[in-house]
């Protein structure tokens, strides 16, 4: 383990695991041993992390979220309470399917918003914003606003995490009034121009 992070005194970071400067662990969360965890993480209450999962620089990770093994977090990722990643497809108790475990992987910047699902083997895109509640199915587009159940776009979310007034369609362009970051919708993406 790498040191200077803090550990609260309930919390279990079991051996092996590694754990980035000036991160925060706080009370009953559990790291497993193979866990990377970049630094200046924020690891809220009653988190798991499980073995193969990679968490990457600047992710808040608010309380009760549960990061299966296969989840990869790439850097400034937003977990919402009680979030869940998901690591197989069709469970059973009885039958062992660890070889059958899917990646998931939450690109640079995005957030996932409280009570949400995301199911195996999808990748959500830098800085979308999935909404409470929502239970992700398939792969989203990098700065989409995704909500329900199954999770669909309904529109688009700047860096800054506000919502870009761009139809879901079609072209556009908008620029954030607070970063100054131009916007252009192309072919049904949004890109940085």
């Known amino acids: 383990m790498t040191e200077h992070f803090y550990t609260h005194p309930s919390a279990v970071v079991d051996e092996g695991a590694s754990v980035g400067a000036r991160t925060s662990i706080w009370h009953f969360v559990h790291v497993s041993g193979g866990a990377k965890i970049g630094e200046?993480?924020?690891?809220?209450?009653?988190?798991?992390?499980?073995?193969?999962?990679?968490?990457?620089?600047?992710?808040?990770?608010?309380?009760?979220?549960?990061?299966?093994?296969?989840?990869w977090l790439e850097d400034d990722v937003f977990c919402g309470p009680s979030a869940v990643f998901t690591n197989v497809l069709n469970p059973r108790a009885h039958v062992e399917?660890?070889?059958e475990y899917k990646k998931t992987v939450v690109r640079r910047g995005a957030t996932l918003?409280?009570?949400c699902t995301v199911v195996c083997g999808v990748t959500i895109g830098e800085y979308a914003f999935v909404g409470a509640g929502a239970v992700v199915v398939r792969?989203?587009?990098p700065y989409a606003l995704v909500v329900g159940n199954p999770a669909r776009q309904i529109g688009w979310m700047s860096q800054y995490g506000e919502r870009i007034p761009l139809p879901l369609f079609g072209e556009g362009q908008f620029q954030c009034p607070h970063t100054r970051v131009a916007y252009e919708l192309r072919e049904n993406s949004l890109v940085v121009s």
């Open 40 to 71: 200046r993480c924020s690891i809220g209450q009653g988190v798991f992390v499980g073995n193969d999962v990679v968490i990457g620089n600047c992710c808040k990770i608010q309380n009760n979220v549960s990061i299966y093994d296969f989840v």
């Open 97 to 99: 399917r660890k070889s």
């Open 139 to 141: 792969d989203v587009q």
């Open 113 to 115: 918003g409280a009570n």
